[in-house]
């Protein structure tokens, strides 16, 4: 299949639709607005809908309205966007709503600018709802990934009838690269036992069936909790995903996400030329977290460097993954600054030199 040069956001559209996306709700907030833009061009052109929202709660409500019907169904926006998503989005997981949401994230925090961050892992992975949900998350670290990751998440949203994100850093919904646009070739599970439908038993015979949040009667919110989370272990034994790159005699283990993590692959090719026995774990699902895979590839490492445009979100996590298994370091940029090949080889060449043996005689 022939490829074709794309910006991110646009290529990112065009995968939900491949997926079989009916309805897209949005409300314009930079640096995902193309994603709107080419929703309002080609929805409407394939006799799908697009609306173009008066707020962004009213888009993810509209999301909570179409997707408990089955359809599939879409919003996107941009962290403090996507903060005023937050209760809508842990009413979702309570309700076992599916639904699509795309955070291109920029930096924060409150309204911050529009530069590129990685800000939001904490929003995207423990979330600003009430009560003991999961929102699966997913980052792509280029932009024929964020393709594939696309129709993962939809995949993976109507598969668990659960909220998914796809979380992209601001670089991954603006840049341009060559794309592969292969096809959609998931099956989404059928949705036919759960869709609320409008029809009752006068029809059907069977009960008006309905999808809600609020549970009040007896022990029906401990029972929903229990299947809940029954269903987040599911998730978490059958859907991690992750890369390791020249992990396994690696002296010093990279850490990180997105597009830092592609910057990271290069610096560990740099490290390697240089006899630097360096390598990468990225996490592909941010939830759930790769933990047991991350420790395994952390056993015998000197450090691991953890690298993030944020002041370590994802660092709480390495560590508690690896379980004490070697120190953990970390390289952060914040407010939009991108971390540069030669400030982590600088980071690699200074923790080589601290955690390398000391040479027999040396004066400490």
């Not at 309700?95 to 529009?114: D, Q, T």
């Not at 460097?305 to 709480?316: A, K, R, T, V």
């Given at each position: ?49 697009y609306i173009s929202a008066e707020s962004e709660l009213a888009a ?47 930096a924060g925090p409150g309204l911050g600018n529009i530069t590129p ?71 989404i599970p059928d949705t036919s036992s759960w869709e609320a439908d ?167």
């Amino acid at each position: 299949m022939a490829k074709i040069l794309m910006k991110g956001n646009k290529a990112i559209a065009q995968a939900a639709i491949n997926a079989g996306l009916e309805c897209y709700f949005g409300y314009p907030i930079t640096p995902q607005n193309e994603i709107g833009e080419f929703m309002s061009d080609e929805m409407p052109k394939l006799g799908k809908t697009y609306i173009s929202a008066e707020s962004e709660l009213a888009a993810v409500n509209m999301l909570i309205g179409a997707a408990a019907t089955g359809t599939l169904s879409m919003t996107s926006s941009s962290s403090c966007a996507i903060a005023l998503m937050q209760e809508a989005i842990s009413a979702m997981a309570t309700a076992e709503i599916p639904g699509v949401i795309i955070s291109v994230m920029r930096a924060g925090p409150g309204l911050g600018n529009i530069t590129p961050s990685q800000g939001d892992y904490f929003q995207a992975t423990k979330g600003g709802g009430n009560g003991d949900y999961r929102t699966i998350v997913l980052a792509p670290a280029s932009i024929n990934e964020a393709v594939e990751l696309t129709y993962k998440t939809f995949y993976l949203a109507y598969k668990y009838r659960n909220p998914a994100m796809l979380l992209a850093d601001g670089i991954i919904g603006q840049m341009m690269e060559p794309v592969e646009l292969k096809p959609f070739d998931l099956k989404i599970p059928d949705t036919s036992s759960w869709e609320a439908d409008g029809v009752g038993e006068g029809i059907h015979k069977r009960p008006f069936r309905k999808l809600v949040s609020l549970h009040m009667q007896g022990d029906d919110l401990p029972r929903l909790n229990e299947k809940l989370q029954e269903k987040y272990r599911q998730i978490e034994e059958n859907e991690v995903l992750y890369e390791e790159f020249m992990t396994e005699d690696a002296e010093i283990l990279i850490t990180a996400f997105g597009t830092v993590a592609r910057v990271a692959k290069s610096v560990v090719a740099q490290a390697r030329e240089a006899g630097l026995k360096v390598g990468l774990f990225r996490p592909v699902t941010l939830w759930p977290f790769p933990s047991n895979e991350l420790k395994k590839a952390a056993s015998g490492k000197k450090v691991i460097l953890d690298i993030e445009l944020n002041e370590g979100q994802m660092l709480l996590d390495v560590k508690a993954g690896i379980e004490g298994a070697c120190p953990v370091e970390l390289l952060s940029k914040l407010g939009g600054e991108i971390a540069k090949e030669h400030e982590i080889m600088e980071k690699i060449s200074e923790l080589e030199k601290k955690y390398s043996p000391k040479k027999a005689g040396a004066i400490c």
